[in-house]
């Protein structure tokens, strides 16, 4: 048969592929060397998803809460100086504002807001908390606050008393049903001075937002009570706009502000937090890079393997050439070996990577109990759970990383064995 007539990966080559793989050292094999391979990159490989689905769905997770809690579009209003020398935002036509800001293309809501920071009392216990002013239809469509899903209390009462996130509840020691004072400075004004404004309310709903800063610090109180706290009747600090996409805000900007005056300003969530999304991206970036060296010295394991076997083969690929093997037939031998080391390795990469992801939540308690519940801290990294989402982009990569660089360092010792003097690989057996 002629040398030009064998067909690229015949059956033949992957068979003596396969008997190299699986023998054994005193034949001549390398199967420990092999084994280190398909670990180091199923190790690799799994250490690569498990990250990029962290990362993901910590983004996502972020995201969510900040969209889910927060205003997309804060309206607010250019300062003036007032008569005793401070910056006014006030905005008397509200009401206004927030009908036309609703009839812009792409708003689902506008809702007025009185904003303002206070002392929140209970016994001998204080939280420096923010409250927002609101109405109780506008409260509703906040779907971290209305919809919260280990929210207590009843949300419908919210006009009889006021609403705290859990992480305010948990630091005065209140339940649905208590009383808290709620103390600011800025109170009525006598001949002696401001005197502090002290108002007690009851607690009748209280929410969990899934972000530790808002849990913490939010309160909310009904519009009309909050602008007699705070002596703003008639006013407002800002609208909060909420949208049909909330990603694509930025288009939103200029017809927000043509519809709010002229003296409007508006603050997206993207300007809030964006240089926050800017550093997560960033930091997915470079951990993916210095994961991929991972997978690359995992995948020079291969080479290491191959060179054993190709010096351990030297007589079998001499006889082989003698025989008319062609010097293609003996390089598609050597890739496959090398490239099925890949191949199995990224497999089981990627499934246990998958399995990562899909069970993150039973693995995190697990391992949250073995360090005695210190394993994650909220208040650094603002969410209470490790999220991982996992995306059909971050397995491709992976795998398509891992593949490629199997394959590619396996092509240079497959080479050195397509090109061995079938005379030299004799003369002294």
């Excluded at 929210?151 to 859990?166: H, N, Q, S, T």
């Excluded at 002696?192 to 969990?208: D, Q």
Aim: glycine share 10%; net charge negative; with cysteine.
């Amino acid at each position: 048969m002629a040398q030009n007539s064998t067909a690229p990966f015949a059956p033949f080559e992957w068979m003596i592929a396969w008997r190299y793989l699986r023998a054994r050292r005193a034949e001549g094999g390398v199967s420990v060397m092999t084994w280190i391979s398909l670990i180091g990159i199923t190790l690799a490989v799994f250490a690569l998803i498990a990250t990029l689905s962290v990362r993901s769905g910590f983004r996502a997770e972020f995201v969510d809460t900040i969209l889910g809690a927060n205003a997309h579009v804060t309206v607010y209003q250019l300062g003036e100086v007032a008569q005793n020398g401070q910056i006014d935002r006030s905005i008397s036509n509200y009401e206004d504002m927030a009908t036309a800001i609703a009839g812009v293309a792409g708003v689902t809501r506008a809702a007025p807001l009185v904003r303002q920071q206070v002392m929140a009392n209970r016994g001998q216990s204080n939280a420096g908390v923010e409250v927002f002013g609101i109405a109780l239809d506008d409260l509703k469509t906040i779907p971290r606050i209305a919809g919260s899903e280990n929210a207590v209390g009843d949300i419908d009462r919210f006009d009889e008393g006021m609403a705290i996130g859990a992480g305010v509840a948990r630091t005065l020691g209140v339940d649905v049903g208590d009383m808290v004072k709620l103390i600011s400075p800025n109170g009525v004004k006598t001949a002696f001075g401001t005197s502090p404004r002290v108002n007690a309310y009851e607690v009748v709903y209280i929410f969990e937002a899934g972000r530790y800063d808002i849990d913490r610090t939010r309160v909310y109180l009904p519009l009309a009570e909050a602008q007699s706290f705070f002596n703003r009747e008639g006013l407002a600090d800002e609208i909060e706009v909420m949208v049909e996409d909330p990603e694509a805000v930025d288009d939103l900007t200029v017809p927000l502000l043509q519809a709010a005056g002229d003296r409007a300003q508006v603050w997206t969530w993207r300007d809030a937090s964006g240089s926050f999304l800017n550093a997560l991206d960033i930091e997915d970036r470079v951990m993916f890079v210095i994961l991929s060296v991972l997978v690359l010295i995992a995948a020079m394991n291969i080479v290491s393997g191959l060179i054993m076997l190709v010096k351990n083969k030297g007589r079998d690929i001499g006889i082989l050439r003698t025989m008319g093997l062609t010097e293609g037939s003996v390089l598609r031998v050597f890739f496959i070996c090398g490239a099925f080391t890949g191949i199995i390795g990224t497999v089981m990469g990627v499934i246990l990577g998958c399995l990562f992801a899909i069970y993150v939540d039973q693995i995190f308690a697990a391992v949250n109990y073995l360090s005695g519940g210190t394993a994650w801290d909220a208040s650094i990294r603002g969410i209470y759970f490790l999220p991982a989402k996992l995306e059909l982009a971050d397995v491709l990569s992976a795998v398509a990383l891992s593949l490629g660089l199997s394959f590619i360092v396996t092509i240079f010792p497959a080479r050195r064995a397509a090109r061995m003097n079938p005379v030299e690989a004799l003369r002294y057996e």
